[in-house]
């Protein structure tokens, strides 16, 4: 049933935060909407990774809407203050500045921090992270032609700074403790793919784990541990770049006496331990109707589906259909794309005849998920394949020949 939401403040301005407020409006909610967030802005994060390096690379090209355009929406910004108190009772937020603000409805959309290995030298200057628009300009402003930079941490976001890197002329190595990191994601053929790409373009691929990262003579380096423990002569390095994934900023909803637990705990519905607050985006955690916590998702296609599902729920309308979930990645001029489960049970089916494999998995007659490089077409036909539920047989998928939208409209 329909729900008064009030005014409502979206603590957060990443996608989830902002996909919210706009769909809010879309449904056709009049009361005030403010976002607040201690960004500069309401951007779009992949390009940090993608485009570091780019000419063209600004806040303004990354912002998801100008001032003009939240205007048009009447969606107020308050960027630049930090939310630091949070009474969900009464709905007042304290801010950083000593502003205090107040809502009738609270979402959460506070994301993720990047998150940092507990090793020495962990603090050293020129060790980076890349998460926000400040670690952007930092690392960007670091890194000249000719720099000797380590990557460690090779999954989505280290292998695609790890081609943005080299295209900037930097010499880069690569570090990860696994020997072919995303298998669980797109596969062990694609992902081995994807990781063998690397070395061809001149970056030096390491495996093994980081254990410290030391500082001699204005220097820094990298010392790793390979296979079985034997140590790997420290990698030298001018600046250092840790890529190891995020770590929830549930420190207002924990302040705040929220029940959290690696997330801020939500029902199916997004809403949190208490009444007037909801939560969405990297930060949310789902327990399932049958008392079982899901994992976060931290995806971008995740973070705009939960911004929308949850504006729906906050005003008590019916929440949208979810997707099967998808990802890309762009590296080295290629482009990948995932959707579904690669790993579990089923049969993993491969695809030849053009330049890359496309892989898929397959359960009970039933296609589960499918990646592919550089077939955007193939990927979005597996993905609504999957949403509708439309039986497939693995000799189907295997041949090159068989078009996906053809299976989509012969078992409609």
Do not use: C
Request: aromatic content about 4%; hydrophobic content about 45%.
């Amino acid at each position: 049933m329909a729900r008064d939401a009030g005014s409502v403040l979206i603590i957060g301005a990443g996608l989830a935060g902002f996909s919210a407020a706009t769909q809010l409006r879309a449904l056709g909610h009049e009361a005030p909407i403010m976002i607040v967030d201690s960004e500069a802005g309401s951007y779009d994060r992949p390009p940090l990774s993608k485009k570091l390096f780019t000419e063209d690379f600004s806040l303004d090209r990354l912002a998801f809407a100008t001032a003009e355009e939240l205007a048009e929406k009447r969606i107020v910004p308050r960027f630049g203050a930090a939310a630091m108190t949070l009474d969900p009772a009464t709905g007042e937020v304290g801010l950083d500045d000593g502003t205090m603000l107040r809502a009738d409805t609270i979402l959460l959309a506070t994301g993720g921090r990047a998150r940092r290995l507990p090793i020495p030298g962990a603090d050293l200057p020129g060790v980076h992270v890349l998460r926000t628009w400040d670690d952007a300009v930092g690392l960007r402003s670091a890194v000249q032609p000719g720099s000797r930079v380590a990557v460690v941490g090779a999954g989505l976001i280290g292998a695609e700074l790890a081609s943005s890197l080299r295209d900037a002329g930097a010499e880069v190595t690569l570090v990860d403790p696994v020997p072919v990191p995303l298998v669980p994601a797109i596969g062990e053929l694609l992902a081995a793919r994807l990781h063998e790409m690397h070395a061809p373009r001149g970056i030096r691929v390491v495996t093994g784990m980081t254990r410290a990262f030391v500082e001699a003579n204005g220097a820094l380096a990298v010392e790793v541990d390979g296979a079985e423990g034997a140590p790997i002569a420290p990698i030298p390095a001018d600046v250092i770049v840790v890529g190891v994934g995020i770590i929830p900023n549930t420190g207002l909803a924990e302040a705040a006496g929220l029940e959290v637990d690696n997330g801020i705990i939500v029902d199916e519905r997004y809403r949190t331990s208490a009444a007037r607050v909801y939560a969405a985006g990297d930060v949310a955690r789902t327990r399932s109707a049958d008392g079982e916590l899901e994992r976060r998702e931290e995806h971008w296609d995740a973070a705009q589906v939960s911004g929308k599902r949850v504006a729906a729920a906050i005003l008590g309308e019916e929440l949208p259909e979810r997707g099967a979930s998808w990802f890309w990645s762009d590296r080295h001029g290629i482009h990948l794309e995932a959707t579904g489960r690669l790993s579990g049970t089923g049969e993993i089916v491969v695809r030849h005849g053009g330049e890359h494999p496309a892989v898929f998995l397959i359960e009970d007659g039933l296609l589960r998920g499918a990646a592919a490089i550089d077939d955007t077409q193939l990927v979005r036909a597996a993905r609504r394949i999957i949403d509708q539920r439309i039986p497939v047989a693995a000799a189907e998928l295997a041949d090159s020949n068989v078009q996906l939208r053809s299976l989509l409209k012969a078992k409609r």
